[in-house]
């Protein structure tokens, strides 16, 4: 039953868009153990081009296919040791498309307890069930007459053992139950209802009391929502089906009767008519039902997976400021304003705890060390935490940089979401084994400014807080989604292997956890690698794994001035060749790259090294080692607005994406509450995707429309006319869709840094609810 590489290759290529060969050659190099990365980078011959984005598809598909194939042989051989396989069961087998597919074929052979169908046939009714289904003209309790024994006492046990058989051969049809699952997947509704005298505990999900919408359409921040109020105990979540249907037959009951081609006229016909119903009502309803929760899980999940992937991958590649001299600021009132400085490499050169508001009210004393900090490493960056006390730790700097003369360092309001999660860390532990945790969340305020991938490849990704609902969805894919776009987003970028952490390395295509502290360690014991061709002295890591990393390695001013470029060392034959062409040497060329424009890229091309190959190698001299990552630029938040009581309608402001979800997107403003634009209110145009118009990290100017400081929501338009004019259609619809809970939301506390998600009490939802209320 096994399915080969060319099948697999066929299949996901139409999935992908791509041609077979394309598939089959990335499937044979991801078996080899080549990495995405380094496929879409490098082997871009063999693929045809395939991208990142494409390979990744392709190798979550073939997981599930291989999976599905596993489970397959599986079955056949469970049938065949049944002696139950014949070759159609076998070829039906073999035709199933899904594992959902798979396992309904596969009921009626799975070994289960011994049911009540079992224990009638044990009693010798299996006749009499046939006997009913072939002559519909006789009486079933006429039949069922002949049948009455010791074992069956009456007419009514002996039709009720038929009635058991019939049913579990109708519930274990699998062709039947593929056509009432597509059935209810059209028509079938989802209903929400408050369980009684949990309204006051369960008021987070009011919107979700009495609600009703079809199945098909529930989007994933409401099923999510729903799920997490049925898993707390507040509300009941049912499938209604034909639920406004007052004919004499059910639907789903009038395909049951087709199936078994049950009529109306005759007496066997209405006996059957209702043991069709009584299977609906007491098997199959139920299970389906189950199907289609577990169904829109698993929609729920995917999308909110893709989003958290997306707002992540667009946090890791933010623009980084740059190595430059930095103060960290990590906001408290009552425990101090935590500060650490740290030279342009990241290392720490000093740290200190200061203490301007209530109880100790030290403001002189605090900006008098600030300042004193400042001039004795030359600093040229703030970077100050979001959380508690971020504003009126950013009015003390602002007040003390007044009073400086220039040049002055650059305040930035910085994101501190996972801040503590990696300050409590084993990482963070062995990164500074002799500094106060407290101290340890500044420096990573400080870092993660100069370089934001750099610091945020060290937390687990999930806890970096851009999900939605992220401690609800499967966990595994999750993670393994998470992975794939940090791994990506870090060899997009390169590593400096002379400087970077062994978090950072371990992300690089080829290595791992293990490998990157053995390269850290050589380091600290050898001093710099002088060339990528002395990673191969690193214990335990040969050939294959060179071949995987090297290319996204970098090393500035080293033995080898192609080891700062994106060339891989395979190619440097063919980066010389160029270079020669042009008739310079390397370095001249590298810093000088006018004359390689005129150069014809197809003159270099040979056997092993394609077109694509080449562009990319001219591409590289021409910019050795750029950083794909946009130029560095901030926010810059209004005076004496610091909180959400100062905003007024009408206001226009600037401020930075936080999160951005299918109904819109979330603005930092600098009052410690996000702000909602809703999608409707990103453009002056329909937008269906929020992700058209902006993504996590952006700098955008907003106008107020709508201020809640009782239930702390903040509404938002991107819009020219302030959202004055009627309103973008919108493509989240429903009364019910303002529960979509984001950790970045409520700032009001330590811990609300690193909250879940999708967290009942942070105002991304109430501000959601808001924008809604007014569509």
Not at 155 to 161: D, F, H, P, R, V
Request: aromatic residues 4%.
């Amino acid at each position: 039953m096994a399915t080969d590489i060319k099948q697999l290759a066929a299949r996901i290529s139409q999935e992908i868009g791509s041609r077979p060969q394309q598939a089959e050659a990335a499937i044979g190099l991801l078996d080899e153990g080549a990495t995405v990365p380094f496929i879409a980078r490098y082997r871009k011959e063999v693929t045809g081009g395939l991208d990142d984005t494409q390979l990744r598809l392709l190798s979550e598909r073939l997981i599930y296919l291989r999976e599905l194939e596993a489970r397959r042989t599986t079955i056949v051989n469970s049938i065949r040791e049944q002696g139950k396989l014949t070759p159609e069961l076998e070829a039906t087998i073999a035709a199933a498309e899904t594992k959902a597919d798979l396992e309904d074929i596969y009921l009626p052979y799975k070994p289960k307890r011994r049911t009540k169908a079992q224990i009638a046939i044990e009693r010798g009714l299996l006749p009499l069930a046939e006997a009913i289904l072939a002559d519909r003209a006789s009486l079933p309790g006429e039949l069922a007459a002949a049948y009455v024994t010791d074992e069956v006492a009456d007419i009514k046990s002996a039709l009720e053992g038929a009635r058991d058989i019939i049913a579990e051969r109708i519930s274990e049809n699998a062709e039947l139950i593929g056509k009432l699952r597509n059935y209810m997947k059209e028509h079938a509704y989802l209903r929400s209802r408050v369980i009684d005298g949990k309204q006051e505990a369960g008021a987070k999900f009011s919107d979700y009391f009495d609600h009703v919408e079809r199945w098909a359409n529930v989007p994933s921040h409401r099923a999510l929502a729903m799920l997490r109020g049925r898993n707390e105990d507040i509300l009941a979540l049912d499938i209604e089906i034909d639920a406004a249907d007052i004919g004499p037959i059910k639907p789903v009951v009038r395909l049951i009767a087709d199936a078994y081609q049950i009529g109306s006229s005759l007496p066997g016909d209405a006996w059957l008519l209702e043991v069709a119903g009584w299977t609906w009502r007491v098997k199959l309803s139920l299970s389906l039902s189950l199907d289609l929760m577990r169904d829109m899980r698993e929609r729920a999940d995917e999308e909110a997976i893709n989003v958290f992937a997306r707002n992540l991958k667009d946090l890791l590649l933010a623009a980084p400021a740059g190595s430059r001299p930095t103060m960290g600021l990590d906001p408290g009132i009552r425990t101090g304003v935590k500060v650490a400085v740290v030279d342009g490499t990241g290392k720490v050169l000093a740290t200190t705890t200061v203490y301007p508001f209530p109880p100790r009210n030290d403001l002189r004393g605090t900006q008098a060390e600030l300042a004193s900090l400042i001039r004795k490493h030359d600093v040229e960056l703030i970077a100050i935490g979001n959380g508690t006390g971020s504003r009126e730790t950013e009015k003390l700097v602002a007040d003390m940089l007044s009073d400086m003369p220039a040049p002055k360092p650059l305040k930035v309001i910085v994101s501190e979401a996972g801040a503590s999660v990696y300050s409590a860390s084993e990482t963070a532990a062995a990164e500074f084994p002799d500094l106060d945790v407290s101290l340890r969340g500044a420096v990573s305020i400080a870092r993660r400014l100069q370089d934001p991938l750099a610091e945020l490849v060290k937390i687990e990704p999930k806890s970096i807080g851009v999900g939605q609902y992220q401690h609800d969805v499967d966990q595994y894919r999750l993670a393994r989604s998470l992975d794939a776009v940090v791994e990506d987003a870090v060899n997009a970028v390169g590593v400096d292997l002379n400087t970077a952490s062994a978090s950072l390395l371990a992300r690089v295509s080829g290595l791992g956890a293990s490998l990157a502290e053995a390269i850290v360690a050589h380091r600290n014991a050898n001093g710099p690698f002088k060339s990528r061709k002395e990673l191969l002295k690193v214990t335990r890591l040969g050939q294959r794994t060179f071949e995987q990393s090297a290319g996204f390695l970098r090393i500035r001013d080293g033995d080898e001035p192609l080891d700062a470029s994106a060339v891989h060392p395979e190619a440097y034959g063919v980066a010389r060749k160029i270079v020669s062409a042009c008739g310079r040497d390397v370095r001249a060329l590298m810093n000088d790259p006018a004359a390689i424009k005129a150069l014809d890229p197809r003159i270099f091309v040979d056997d092993r090294f394609g077109l694509p190959t080449v562009k990319d190698i001219i591409s590289e001299l021409e910019k050795p080692g750029r950083d794909p990552r946009p130029a560095f630029k901030t926010a810059t938040f209004a005076d004496g607005i610091d909180d959400i009581k100062d905003l007024k309608p009408g206001m226009v402001l600037e401020g930075t994406v936080t999160n951005v979800a299918a109904f819109g997107a979330f603005v930092d403003v600098g009052v410690h509450q996000d702000g909602l634009v809703h999608v409707s209110q990103l453009a002056d145009r329909f937008i269906k995707d929020p992700h058209e118009v902006v993504k996590a990290g952006d700098v955008v100017k907003v106008t107020v429309t709508e201020v809640d400081i009782k239930r702390k929501r903040i509404g938002l338009t991107m819009r020219k006319d302030g959202g004055a004019g009627t309103p973008a259609r919108s493509n989240d619809r429903g009364p019910a869709n303002s529960r979509q809970n984001f950790s970045s939301q409520g700032k009001g506390g330590k811990g609300s840094r690193d909250r879940d998600s999708g967290g009942s009490q942070g105002a991304l939802g109430a501000a959601l609810a808001a924008a809604l209320k007014k569509k």
